[in-house]
Every structure is written in structure tokens, then in C-alpha cells.
């Protein structure tokens, strides 16, 4: 049996599993809050494997490996950034925005910040959820472009036609079961990830101490040998640089920490979707555990790479994970461990698609709309807004493919910056200091926007990361805006 006929048998079987498995748990969708955030019901182990199966997305099997295959030992500063991140946002904030969600009995991200700050709930919904969803289109469009690229290396088909196999796919039981199906389907989907970033590094260095034909027989060795032949490879954790230029490349780094407290919407509805206390304890352990587990596999994976292909071994270094799976391994393990990585594009893409249309509707339509829909019709509307979101994005995703602007690694990075910094700093602050108010939130919000738009297009993010200079510039607004603008007298704590 040929290897691409094993790869199909292997891709339908695991695909077909998770289609039906979402349908499945959708059957308990019966209202649009249950599409939204799962009735707020969800087990710890499920919210906890969800959230890191839609926070890593392609970029931990993709992105990160391939970005450690490009630039050696300095990307462990990302990974201490994420890391870090990740593990303050499950110990300080995850049981208090699940706390927080049930206290203001809220159905959407947006919905949490608006009726935090009631006095000024309705600007907030058209800002943040404006420009949420619009954000989220490429981010949604990263997901699809890695689908694509991982089917490209599977079978050799074209990226295009990849891309809208993974589009294909993630509708049916995103449409039908909204956070419900797509909650349970992140935890088959977290578990074969987990997997292949464990066994991927342990297998390699199997292949390497048994294989001659390779650039090097170890991580460390290829480290140096890359180093003298290609300067963007460093096995030093900062590079040629020396003084400020080290801070700079730690700051870099470590600047994807400030995405993490709670500025990514599709990670906190996890949080506020937790069942109860005691899961969110049990959550939080799951959280932590997973992400370390993962970020050491990924940094190897693409050290890995790097021993067997070299430093110009690979036309596009995005691909080293499926790349180095099908080395390492037999053509069945490799197909399903390389499934992992779709199976990573799709649990981002479909919690990203739940996320924009309950935005929309939630906070943009149902707000403002003088007719009552009975739950039915808001179900129906939900799921009608999913599968026009999903359209605008997959059209989004073939202009950047057309573009030549299809790395996931810099389209993540950009929407880290423009939503994940300013939105964490509005919810570090709703959740921390009681002065803060509406009006700052919404200053907070636009001022960040806009400085990332200017920071990036004068080109000063090639010298000092968007991300860590966004999140300072949102949390000096917040602060000049909170207290130069009074707040609302009128006590509407809850009002939508």
C-alpha cells in the first residue's frame, strides 16, 4: 500500500471521528447560550484541553517549530513569553472571569466587558465587537492557511485546495453545535497534539543516533554547524547581539506573554465557560501541565529538523513538523501524529468562527434590534452568521495566499498585538482596579488599535516587538483616560 494511500485512509478516519463526535455533543444545543458559550457547563478537563487546543493552533505545530528551525536557540524566549503567559492567565484570571461570567450571567466576551462597565455598555459592544470580528478574519484565514499547508506536504496537492478541505470540515458541526461540539471535538484534537509533540522529539533523536545521512547527529551540533553557514540561525539565546540589543531580543520574546492575560477572547470564553470552582481548579492543572509539555516539544521538533535537513534543507520552514514526522516515523504514525497539526488548525478556526458570530450577534444585532427572537430564531441566526463569517475568511485567506503573505508566524503575531494587548489590559483592569470605567475601556481599546496600525506601519516593530509596546501604550491610556474622564453616575451595572 502507497504511502500517500495510508496518509488518505488515516486522514478520512480520524476526520470522520471528529465530524460525527461534534454532532454528536451538539445535540444538547437547545439555545443560542448553549451555541455560545456551552450553557456555561463545561467539565475542567474538557475547558482546560479546549482552551490549549484553540490557543496553540497552527501556531505550535507550525508556526513555533518552523520559527525554532529559522532562528535557533533565540526562540526559547517566545516560549518562556508564552509559557509564562499562559500559566499567570489559568493561576490569576481563569476561576475569576468564570467567577465574573456567572456573577454578570454573560453569553460573549464582549457581553462581560459591556455589562462590567454598564454605564457604557452599548459603545463598548459596537467598538470591541466591531473590531473583534474584523481582527479575527486573518487570524480565522492563519488557521485555514495551515490546514492548506499541511495537506500540501501530506499529498502534494496545492495549498488552495488544502485550505478549503479544512474549510470543509470544520462547518458541518461548528454550524450545528456551536461551543458545545467545538469544546469536545479541541479535546480529541489537544490529545493527538500533545502526542505528537511528545513522541515527535523522542523519536528524533532515535532517528538521529541511528541515521548518517543527516546535517548533524545531534540538536546541539546543528545548532553550531547552522550557525557558521546561516546568520539567522543562533545557538546562543541571543544571537550576535550584545547589550541593548539583548534586551531587545528578550523583550521580543517575551512580549507574547501580555496576549495571554486575557486579551485573547477565544481562551477566556473557556474560562467563563467552566461549570463551577473546583473545575477550575482542575482546569487550571490540566492547562499548565499540557503547555509545558508542549512548548519543549516544539522548540525540539524544529532543533530537530534542523539536524536532519539543515539550515537550507526546507523551502518553507512552516513545514518542518510534517516534515520531520514523516522521516521519523512509519507512513501510518506519521499520518496520524501529522493530523495533529490539522487537527490544530481546525480547533482554532472553528472556536474562532464561534467567537465572531456570537460577537455579531450577541452584541451587534440582538442589541440593537427592535424584534424579539424567540430562541429558535437565535439559534438559527447564530448559526447563519458562522457560516457567512467562515465564507468571508476563507476568501480572505486566498487573497493573503495570493499576496505572498501567508506566514502564520507574523499573521498571529500581528493579531497578538492588535487585540490580545490592549483586550488584556481592559480586562486586567475590570478585574483589578475598581476606579477603571467605560469610557477608559473604550479609549483603551481604540488608542491600543491605533497604535499598533502606527507602530507597524512606520516600521518600528523590526526594532521593538508591537506586542510589548502596544500593551504599555493601552495600559497609559487606560490609566489617562480613567482619570480624565468621569464616569457615569447612573448605576446600570447590568443593563446590555
Known amino acids: ?30 439555545s443560542a447560550g448553549d451555541y455560545a458559550i456551552a450553557g456555561r457547563r463545561l467539565p475542567g478537563w474538557v475547558a482546560a484541553l479546549s482552551e490549549r487546543a484553540t ?37 490569576l484570571l481563569a476561576w475569576r472571569l468564570r ?121 546541539a551540533d546543528a545548532l553550531h554547524k547552522a550557525s557558521t553557514m546561516n546568520s539567522g540561525v543562533s545557538n546562543t539565546l541571543w ?5 541593548f540589543g539583548i534586551g531587545m531580543i528578550i523583550a521580543s520574546g517575551f512580549s507574547w506573554f501580555f496576549g495571554y492575560l486575557g486579551g485573547q477572547p477565544q481562551l477566556s470564553m473557556r474560562f467563563m465557560a467552566i461549570k463551577d470552582q473546583k473545575q477550575a481548579i482542575r482546569a487550571r492543572n490540566i492547562g499548565v501541565i499540557w503547555t509545558i509539555f508542549a512548548y519543549v516539544g516544539a522548540l525540539c521538533i524544529g532543533w530537530i529538523g534542523l539536524a536532519i535537513f539543515g539550515p537550507n534543507g526546507l523551502s518553507d ?53 427592535k424584534k424579539q427572537a424567540n430562541e429558535k430564531q437565535n439559534l438559527r441566526l447564530s448559526r447563519l ?14 487573497l493573503v495566499y495570493e499576496l505572498g503573505a501567508d506566514n502564520i508566524f507574523s499573521l498571529v503575531g500581528y493579531v497578538w498585538a492588535f487585540v490580545g494587548c490592549p483586550y488584556s489590559v481592559v480586562i486586567l483592569l475590570s478585574l483589578f482596579w475598581k476606579r477603571y470605567h467605560g469610557k477608559a475601556a473604550v479609549a483603551t481599546i481604540i488608542g491600543g488599535m491605533a497604535f499598533t496600525v502606527v507602530w507597524i506601519a512606520t516600521g518600528m516593530d523590526t526594532i521593538i516587538s508591537s506586542r ?29
Open 239 to 243: 544571537g550576535s547581539a550584545g547589550g
Open 468 to 496: 510589548i509596546v502596544t500593551f504599555a501604550a493601552s495600559l497609559i491610556i487606560a490609566i489617562i483616560f480613567t482619570y480624565s474622564l468621569k464616569k457615569h453616575e447612573q448605576n446600570t451595572a447590568h443593563s446590555g
Open 99 to 219: 467567577k465574573e461570567s456567572e456573577k454578570y450571567n454573560v453569553t460573549s466576551y464582549v457581553d462581560y466587558i459591556s455589562k462590567k462597565h454598564g454605564e457604557y455598555a452599548k459603545p463598548i459592544r459596537l467598538t470591541a465587537s466591531i473590531t473583534i470580528v474584523m481582527v479575527f478574519f486573518f487570524y480565522v484565514a492563519a488557521q485555514f492557511l495551515g490546514g492548506g499547508k499541511s495537506l500540501n506536504t501530506m499529498f502534494g496537492i496545492s495549498p488552495m485546495l488544502g485550505m478549503f478541505i479544512t474549510i470543509a470540515l470544520i462547518l458541518p458541526y461548528t454550524l450545528y453545535g456551536g461551543l458545545q461540539s467545538v469544546a469536545y471535538t479541541d479535546v480529541i484534537q489537544a490529545i493527538v497534539m500533545i502526542v505528537a509533540l511528545i513522541l515527535g522529539p523522542i523519536f528524533g533523536f532515535v532517528y538521529l543516533t541511528n541515521h548518517s545521512d543527516v546535517f548533524a547527529g545531534n540538536m
Open 317 to 369: 520552514p512552516e513545514q518542518v513538523m510534517p516534515m520531520v514526522m514523516l522521516k521519523v516515523f512509519p507512513p501510518v504514525v506519521a499520518a496520524i501524529l501529522i493530523t495533529g497539526a490539522i487537527a490544530a488548525m481546525i480547533s482554532t478556526a472553528d472556536s474562532l468562527l464561534i467567537l465572531s458570530s456570537t460577537e455579531l450577534s450577541e452584541n451587534l444585532i440582538k442589541p440593537f434590534s
Open 55 to 91: 490557543g496553540e493552533s497552527s501556531w505550535a505545530l507550525l508556526g513555533l517549530p518552523g520559527a525554532a528551525y529559522l532562528t535557533g536557540l533565540l526562540e526559547i524566549w517566545t516560549a518562556i513569553g508564552c509559557v509564562a503567559g499562559i500559566v499567570t492567565a489559568w493561576v
Open 385 to 398: 452568521i458562522t457560516a457567512g463569517l467562515a465564507l468571508i475568511a476563507s476568501g480572505i485567506a486566498w
Open 1 to 30: 500500500m502507497s504511502t500517500n494511500v495510508v496518509f488518505i485512509i488515516v486522514l478520512i478516519t480520524y476526520l470522520a471521528i471528529l465530524v460525527l463526535w461534534g454532532i454528536y455533543q451538539g445535540r444538547k444545543v437547545k
